[in-house]
């Protein structure tokens, strides 16, 4: 996924961030298309057959079930 450098600085801006030259937005951009890479891959990934931790009791009292 590609930003322009425009719509990157409004978003800047916008969440009170720094000015950013164009030689630092080159510096930056890599690293914010690889976490939106990773992001991406996140939502890709087939979960449905994996129980949520939320689901799961702990022990009371920190004795096992052994």
Do not use: C, H, W
């Not at 996924?1 to 890599?30: H, N, W």
């Not at 939502?43 to 057959?49: K, V």
């Amino acid at each position: 996924m590609t930003i322009s450098d425009d719509t990157l600085k409004r978003m800047i801006a916008e969440y009170g961030g720094f000015e950013l030259s164009d030689a630092e937005l080159e510096l930056v951009r890599p690293e914010l298309e690889n976490y939106l890479t990773e992001l991406q891959n996140l939502r890709d990934l087939d979960l449905s057959s994996v129980t949520s931790a939320r689901l799961l009791r702990a022990a009371e009292g920190g004795e096992t079930d052994a």
